[in-house]
């Protein structure tokens, strides 16, 4: 097979909308039906190389995190020796998967989303539900509408950069070939969107790569299904290559392996960090030197001028720092707000946090929120209240978590007057929001404070009126935020709208669901062809 000279033309792509599951709709009762039938029928999860389903014997039990007694999986996890089999495997698919052409590459993927965008999109928002406790809502916009958006939007981005060729001249030809990378990609995914779980290894796949995948553990039941529908919709055996289990020994393995092209990672800063270490420490053994793009977390802020709607703002802080448990990472968990809106913004605030229902979001799809997701996180939230409390911070609302029969945290509001306090600076990822107060006319002198206080830069929001406030904060907090929201919550950055990323130790900002991110899983290869060459030595300068 050759490369396509990428003249076909794709689909424009357009965002995906957003169900709505309203009582009484059909499409409601479809996805109650799968939700009912898939948690009765827990499934056997293996591993797929090489387009072969690979069971270990080594398993693990996913869980429902709001039902502690609901089994919804048996996980096969890998050996060393299936992770080595899932090199070789990616390795072996490579070069017949980067000269087919691009036409037929993207086709796999456009025909996943319509797949997703219909008879598919139920079977993966339920397991979404109820492997990683996200109410219908949460589910919807992640991993039925962003993925949908991800597989769309990324074939039209690889097209795009086909298209930025080099000026030809009178006697010569120029252009650039986009090849894949020269090795095999590592993809290391997170558990809390089912979208970015899938995005990591398909971004890579539509530019020509081949992908050794890791899901988290947590993840592993809508990872299982979204495997499944990249194999209905057409991808060859050995393309993307799943492997459950233990990230440190998929990371090892993989980076150990000279091949090893590059890393597409979302996760903690510690393990992002640590990943890059190993990839340092050996690079000298590799083919070539990997690409590393990893998105780390954050503390993101949510900024009031004095000006600020109290309402807008309400809204803000609650979707933005409650919606999915707060297990988001642009999720708002810092706040600083005007003493003048205050009292306003207090009573509101702790009402709406009071009316967010929680519960089993399997059973009961009018539900708000669901469980953080495991028994870890739990008990971090429950001892950074704890913490806080005895450190001084107010309790305003929240703090009564339960684990009985899931592992519920509310939505718990802190007051505190240090703004270094911990949880004015440490990533927590769950519902947890610290207000710091602040006298009216310190605005401007609080930005630099809002700058620094952590070393995240991923997401935050200014909420004012005053556009001469809104001007000078966009300003002094230019490096503080990769994804700057004005008069918005920090979170909800949709595929082709709101480029997603961060920098600092965030990340390394090459912006999901951009052509930014496309553009990193390429090795450009420039040519240039002439027509009629020179037929002596000599220039004109030598008389």
Known sequence: ???????????????????????????RRSLEAVVADMAASPIEASCVIGGVPVTTGQTFVQRAPHDHGLELAEVHGATRAEVERAVEAAEDARPEWAAMPFEHRAAVFLRAADLLAGPWRDRINAATILGQSKSVQQAEIDAACELIDFLRFNVAYARQLQDEQPLSVDGEWNRVDLRPLDGFVLAITPFNFTAIAGNLPTAPAIMGNTVVWKPSEKQALAAHHTMRLLEAAGLPPGVINLVHGDGALAAEVATADPRFGALHFTGSERVLSSLWERIGAQVGRYTSFPRIIGESGGKDFVLAHPSADVQRLVVGLGRGAFEYQGQKCSAASRAYLPRSLWPAVK???????????????????????????????????????????????????????????????????????????????????????????????????????????????????????????????????????????????????????????????????????????????????????????????????EG
């Not at 097979?1 to 499409?27: F, H, K, L, W």
């Not at 090459?510 to 027509?531: H, M, Q, Y």
């Open 347 to 541: 009573d509101h605030l702790a009402d709406l946090a009071r009316s967010l229902s929680m519960g089993d979001v399997g059973r009961d799809l009018s539900l708000y929120l669901g469980a953080v997701i495991d028994g870890n996180a739990f008990r971090k939230h429950a001892e950074a209240i704890a913490r806080a409390q005895a450190e001084g911070a107010e309790l305003l609302v929240g703090g009564e978590c339960d684990d009985t029969d899931g592992w519920f945290v509310p939505p718990t509001v802190l007051v505190t007057d240090d703004p270094r306090a911990f949880t004015m600076t440490e990533e927590l990822f769950g519902p947890i929001l610290t207000v710091h107060v602040y006298d009216d006319d310190r605005f401007d002198a609080l930005l630099p404070e809002v700058d620094q206080a952590t070393r995240y830069a991923l997401t935050g929001a200014v909420f004012a009126d005053d556009r001469s406030a809104v001007a000078r904060a966009t300003e002094a907090l230019r490096h503080t935020a990769g994804n700057l929201y004005i008069n918005d919550k920090p979170t909800g950055s949709v595929v082709g709208r709101q480029p997603f990323g961060g920098a600092r130790r965030s990340g390394t900002n090459d912006k999901a669901g951009s052509v930014f991110n496309l553009g990193r899983w390429c090795s450009p290869r420039a040519i240039k062809e002439t027509w009629a060459g020179p037929t002596h030595w000599s220039y004109p300068h």
């Open 1 to 27: 097979m050759t490369m396509s000279d990428g003249s076909i033309p794709i689909p424009p792509p357009v965002n995906e909308p957003v169900r709505g599951y309203a009582p009484g709709s059909d499409e």
